[in-house]
């Protein structure tokens, strides 16, 4: 081998072998998905099943707010999220809020389903209500005598109302399905179940 080539020998096999490193070395890895969202309060599986019908991966922005002795006591909210397709900027796809309420547990909105048996509360298309069970208000640190868990779907308008992705049945069964959950596992979690 000519001495003039040897250079440019050393220079493309440290290339070559920097390039077979950098093909074996392993990508960054991206933690799991967090399994409950909502202050514990769902599981991923059910976060999903309120749908757009847009599709992305299901996230949560949760909060939770102190009140004054006036104020509520408890107060913890998250919104449920979808990543988009075409920008960085998740979309909403529905609320859930865990408050201290002072109503009558038994109020129920016109057109409303009862949550089913063992659970009070009940459910619209856009909107379901869960109270836990007695002593858990006492247990989150409220004075109030009951802790409601609220699903909250944001409003459609126009176009959008008629384009209904499912019928009400399912609407009202998957609303059910969410608050229901919340509610059993914050009941668990405040060792307050029935």
Known sequence: MDKKWLPLTVVL???GVAAVTASLWPDEEKPPLAQTLCHGA???????????????????????????????????ACSILRANADNDYPRGIYKLVIEDNRNDPGYKPKDSVPLGPGFTGWVLPDKAEANLPAGCAARMGSTAPYITVTLLKPSKKGEEE???????????????????????????KYGCGA
């Open 42 to 76: 769902l599981s991923r599986q059910t976060a999903e099943l309120i749908d757009d019908g847009k599709g992305g991966e299901v996230s949560a922005e949760e909060w939770e707010s102190k009140g004054q002795s006036a104020d509520y006591a408890v107060f913890k």
């Open 13 to 15: 096999g440290v290339a």
């Open 162 to 188: 008629e384009k209904d992705l499912v019928d009400r049945d399912t609407a009202i069964r998957n609303n059910a399905a969410v608050v229901r959950e919340a509610a059993t596992k914050l009941a668990k």
